[in-house]
């Protein structure tokens, strides 16, 4: 078998790719838009390209629509029909349909499930998980963990935790004193995975349980090359073929744009008379916004270079082949913010990931791409002025508006309704899901969101049951 290497070249850097001259080598890379649903992908294509253009997403040959299949977590017997990351993630990563805030654990007897990545690791393949929220978070914690609970992301936050106002994350089962496998920090460092980039530094700050060692000194002493800079992460890629866990930001990483001045969606005013009557007087709307950079994004790792670097690496750790799964997680985060500009900004950093995925994938034909979201989201895209406006009636959005000026000259405005909380909440609608040409054949045009397990594990172990 004849090494090729080839060259590529993300933002400043250049990564070494190493391909083989018969493509024996079978990849999967996974991108997930977190609460990426029809709404989110239609505002950035507006915003990025205008209503005519179109999106690297819109040019992939294979697409299905997606059902989001969740359990009752008081009676796993029955259904609900909204998601959160952590059900929807596990029933992708396991196959198995669980309850709300579950990582990779069964609703009806919190029994472990076993992610694909255990089985791929297992026959040889390579494997990596990047994403731009903590890598603690819940889309990236179901390939890597097993925990009842997904707020259990520490060692601090195991038992009686307090999350917010009454709410209390509790594993107490899962701790390793109990025979359990510890906090989903502790997990990632005492894992096999090759590669694991996003932020979430501060999730391995507190001491492991039972250890005089912090969690980031035990994923070090299992191996890992540990980086928190762009500058760290091209040296480790260009030289070395070794684990690496980079941890760029606290938490969640900063995201690329916001409104003018860092607003959020407001409410419109309706004046005295209409609040007397709805046919009588007028309403303000908040004031149209550009979207601008967010001075807090700085030297922040795009997720297209992050996702570059580490499919360079995981080509050096297998010649047999990688799975790769890649997350971009603020297109929910901002939509639960009311924040349609980091939204945006956001799903255009999955684009530029796909088109990473895309470039690879020619020198690599064996590499199936599939672009899919868990869940959908608030954000939902309405008349910029109400058609009611035009028979003389102030109908206005109950919820809260964002007008973008889009770089088209037009408004778009952007409306978060779904409840009066300080966040928004997740919807129940069907999800996308995309391919290359390697997915025609495998995926159909509908299917339930736990069947997409079986398309990567038919791709990449065909034999194995």
């Keep these: 078998m004849r090494l090729v290497l080839g060259l590529c070249k993300v933002a400043a850097f250049t990564f070494l790719i190493f391909t083989t001259s018969a493509a024996l080598a079978q990849n999967v890379i996974l991108i997930i838009g977190d609460g990426m649903d029809d709404h989110q992908i239609t505002m950035a294509r507006n915003y990025l390209h205008g209503a005519k253009g179109l999106l690297t997403l819109d040019t992939l040959p ?19 029909y909204v998601a959160d990351s952590a059900n929807s993630a596990t029933a992708i990563a396991t196959g198995q349909v669980t309850s709300r805030g579950r990582i990779s654990t069964s609703a009806d007897t919190d029994s472990d499930l076993k992610p694909i990545t255990v089985d791929l690791k297992n026959a040889g393949f390579a494997v990596g998980i990047v994403t731009t929220a903590s890598v603690t978070d819940a889309t990236p914690a179901v390939f890597m963990a097993n925990v009842a609970q997904r707020f259990c992301e520490n060692p601090d ?88 866990l980079g941890l760029f930001s606290p938490s969640t990483m900063p995201v690329r744009w916001q409104a003018t001045g860092g607003v959020a969606a407001e409410q419109p005013e309706p004046s005295l008379l209409n609040q007397v009557h709805e046919y009588l007087g007028d309403v303000t709307l908040p004031a149209p916004v550009k979207c601008e950079v967010n001075p807090t994004y700085g030297d922040t790792p795009p997720l297209a270079t992050m996702a570059q670097a580490a499919i360079a690496q995981l080509a050096k750790r297998s010649n047999k082949g990688f799975f ?74 109950p919820g809260r508006l964002q007008r973008l000026v889009t770089p088209e000259g037009a408004i778009l405005a952007m409306n978060y309704a779904t409840n009066e909380f300080q966040a928004e909440e997740h919807t129940g609608v069907n999800i996308p899901l995309l391919a290359n040409e390697q997915g025609q054949g495998l995926v159909p045009s509908f299917l339930l969101q736990s069947d997409i397990y079986g398309i990567i594990k038919n791709y990449l172990l065909p034999e194995t049951p």
């Design 62 to 80: 294979v697409r299905a629509a997606v059902q989001v299949v969740t359990l009752d977590h008081n009676d796993p017997s029955k259904v609900v």
């Design 157 to 244: 936050m195991m038992v009686q935790a307090k999350i917010g106002g009454n709410w209390y994350a509790d594993c107490e089962d899962d701790l390793i004193a109990n025979g359990g496998s510890g906090s989903i920090s502790e997990q990632i460092a005492g894992s096999t995975i090759d590669v694991v980039l996003g932020g979430g530094s501060k999730q391995f700050a507190p001491m492991a349980e039972g250890a005089d060692l912090t969690v980031l000194e035990q994923a070090q002493a299992e191996g890992y090359v540990v980086v928190n800079s762009v500058q760290a992460l091209e040296q480790t890629v260009s030289s070395s073929d070794e684990r690496v």
């Design 324 to 397: 790769l799964m890649v997350e971009s997680a603020s297109i929910d985060k901002q939509s639960h913010a009311r924040r349609p500009c980091g939204q945006i900004g956001e799903l255009q950093q999955l684009d530029e990931t796909l088109q990473v995925a895309l470039e690879f994938a020619t020198t690599n034909p064996e590499t199936l791409i599939l672009v899919t979201a868990d869940h959908g989201q608030a954000a939902q895209i309405i008349p910029n002025n109400s058609l009611f406006n035009g028979y003389g009636v102030p109908v206005y959005t």
